[in-house]
T-cell receptor
């Protein structure tokens, strides 16, 4: 099948904003998700957006969705060193009971 | 609420040996998923259960992988015989039957398999 595409690496300075981009594959996906994975840990849900929305804000996180281009982005404001992790974009697979198709992940490095 | 429990956390075996992973989802969660995450890649769905029935196993390599969820609660994933390319983290996830959060997968910490 087609791949959910993400850039592999992003490096930002502490206090700056981070923007992680994703191109998903299925325009019928009901939900789009961002998960965070720290070394040796499982996947932690950060946020998700319903497909009929174009923006969702949750504290330092802002998700933008462009359905026409199948583009999803995650902005982290005031990025901290504790935000260093791998961030995965995922699309819900239609008619699958919310099974997810993941991208390969973006490794975010926050430097002091 | 207790999270998704998985064991063992780590397993090292030689190729052609067998291994089994266990998952206990969050209490009351009807749908359970097994994902394979190879180093440097995103998780890939292997199999999805609804209660004790298989919903989707289209990406499960059935010549060597098997999974069951006999009583609709715990699940086991078995690999026999293992190959080098099976080295990965095996993640279990579950979602509730309905209501708030019914669209959000909760993942366990994973079982890391190394095949030598």
């Amino acid at each position: 099948g087609e791949d959910v595409e993400q850039s592999l690496f992003l490096s930002v300075r502490e206090g700056d904003s981070s923007v992680i981009n994703c191109t998903y594959t299925d325009s019928s996906s009901t939900y789009l998700y961002w998960y965070k994975q720290e070394p040796g840990a499982g996947l932690q849900l950060l946020t998700y957006i319903f497909s009929n929305m174009d923006m969702k804000q949750d504290q330092r996180l802002t998700v933008l969705l462009n359905k026409k281009d199948k583009h999803l982005s995650l902005r982290i404001a005031d990025t901290q060193t504790g935000d260093s992790a791998i961030y995965f974009c995922a699309e819900s697979i239609p008619n699958s009971g919310y099974a997810l198709n993941f991208g390969k992940g973006t490794s975010l490095l926050v430097t002091p | 609420e207790a999270g998704v429990a998985q064991s063992p956390r780590y397993k090292i075996i030689e190729k052609r040996q067998s291994v089994a992973f266990w998952c206990n989802p969050i209490s009351g969660h009807a749908t359970l998923y097994w994902y394979q995450q190879i180093l440097g890649q995103g998780p890939k769905l292997l199999i999805q259960f609804q209660n004790n029935g298989v919903v989707d196993d289209s990406q499960l390599p059935k010549d060597r992988f098997s999974a069951e969820r006999l009583k609709g609660v715990d699940s086991t994933l078995k690999i026999q015989p293992a190959k080098l390319e099976d080295s990965a983290v095996y993640l279990c996830a579950s979602i509730p039957r309905g209501g708030a959060g019914a669209n959000v997968l909760t993942f366990g910490a994973g079982s890391r398999l190394t095949v030598l």
